[in-house]
């Protein structure tokens, strides 16, 4: 069996996200200025994919890689983007707008095409819509300072205790 990926061909996966910029809250991506994210397949996924054409591993054009052309992510991870903001589905079945937390699991509805620019070719992953299935748990405090900064307690020095203000050594006293 050959796909046509010319014409595109549809399809779901699920994983877990990084850098997902696929809501109103997140925006577009500020390097691209693409709704994008970053999805590392499940095993279900992984054999989906690799269904789809028996000529070539499609891991290797989705993938995603770094500027010396190795994999980034030691599990096969795809990035999927679209230019229009996409529908974004919580896990209650409602709309979602918030943002998307690294680590969270997601099911997105995406379209695979070809393409050919200045003699290369490859694949890329259009995102057509997304279902947040298990939102992370909120890992950075966006919302202002954390108690916790405010809860160390400060040492006491005195300035007018010679140790506070004792000399560095100048030996080498380092275990290395």
Do not use: H
């Not at 709309?95 to 290369?120: H, V």
């Amino acid at each position: 069996m050959s796909t046509n990926f010319q014409e595109g061909v549809g399809l779901t996966v699920s994983g877990t996200t990084t850098w997902a910029s696929i809501t109103s809250a997140s925006g577009p991506n500020k390097f691209s200025e693409k709704y994008q994210v970053e999805i590392t397949l499940d095993q279900e996924s992984l054999v989906k994919l690799k269904a789809l054409t028996k000529d070539f591993d499609i891991l290797d054009f989705l993938n995603i890689k770094n500027k010396e052309g190795e994999f980034r992510y030691e599990e096969p991870t795809v990035r999927c983007k679209t230019n229009k903001l996409p529908t974004v589905w919580g896990p209650d079945k409602q709309p979602y707008t918030g943002f998307i937390n690294n680590g969270s699991f997601i099911a997105a509805r995406i379209f695979i095409k070809s393409w050919e620019m200045g003699g290369k070719k490859g694949l890329t992953a259009y995102l057509n819509e997304a279902a947040v299935l298990n939102l992370s748990a909120d890992k950075v405090v966006s919302s202002g300072p954390s108690d916790e900064l405010y809860s160390v307690k400060r040492p006491q020095v005195d300035p007018s205790t010679p140790a506070a203000f004792s000399p560095i050594s100048t030996t080498n006293d380092l275990p290395f």
